[in-house]
């Protein structure tokens, strides 16, 4: 099966511009996730997608990011404007819906952004 | 929230030798607690799980040990080979749909 897919793998712009990453999740999964790693740092919790519903947008930073899942199908995570904090890697994870068992994460390659 | 504690940051060892990684978590309600491994450039992939009604589990030269009293679980990778340089991430949640909370990592270097 294909895993999850992210695009651009990397990204390098300037403070002020602004960056869309994209996420394909493995194809029925219900749950969509966006994580976000600072270097050396924890791999932080932004939000979480069901379906196309945001299920907890509480590791957000701020205004300046915004997501998206069309049809619950891919996400996008937007930056805008970009400010040099916000460089890192963002992944992408996806899991199977249902409230039984154990969460497994499968996670995308993530997209390196850097900004200068 | 969950507050999960990773160490160390960084592990160096020669081949052959023992590697254990450390982490402690603060939610009581925590039942799930997975490892990942990311080589460079790649994605972190999931190499061993337990939950919290099990105390050890073992895969070939993998095992986690968990106790849940005092909140820690650890790693251990025995007769590392260079394959085995990485970073590791823990993580802890309470099952089912809950969101993981992963641990800041730890850079395992396997000298030849």
């Known amino acids: 099966e294909a895993g999850v897919t992210q695009f651009p793998s990397h990204s390098v712009i300037e403070k002020g511009q602004t960056v869309t990453l994209r996420c394909d999740p493995i194809?029925?999964?219900?749950?969509l996730y966006w994580y976000r790693r600072v270097m050396g740092k924890e791999i932080k919790f932004l939000l979480h997608?069901?379906?196309?519903?945001?299920?907890?947008e509480s590791g957000m930073p701020n205004n300046r990011f915004l997501a998206e899942r069309t049809g619950g199908t891919y996400s996008t995570l937007k930056v805008q404007p970009a400010e040099l904090e916000d460089s890192g890697v963002y992944f992408c994870a996806s899991s199977q819906g249902g409230y039984s068992g154990a969460n497994v994460l499968t996670f995308g390659a993530g997209s390196r952004l850097t900004v200068l | 929230g969950e507050n999960v504690e990773q160490h160390p940051s960084t592990l160096s060892v020669q081949e052959g030798d023992s590697a254990v990684i450390k982490c402690t978590y603060s939610?009581?309600?925590?039942?799930?607690f997975p490892w990942y491994k990311q080589e460079l450039g790649k994605r972190p992939q999931l190499i061993i799980d337990i939950r919290s009604n099990v105390g050890e589990k073992k895969d070939q030269r993998i095992a986690v040990t968990l106790n849940k009293t005092a909140k820690h679980f650890s790693l251990h990778i025995t007769e590392t080979q260079p394959e085995d340089s990485a970073v590791y991430f823990c993580?802890?949640?309470?099952?089912?749909?809950?969101?993981?909370?992963f641990g800041r990592g730890t850079s395992l270097i396997v000298h030849p």
């Open positions: 993580a802890a949640s309470k099952g089912g749909s809950y969101i993981p909370t």
């Open positions: 939610d009581s309600a925590s039942n799930y």
């Open positions: 997608f069901v379906k196309e519903s945001k299920q907890d």
């Open positions: 194809s029925g999964h219900d749950n």
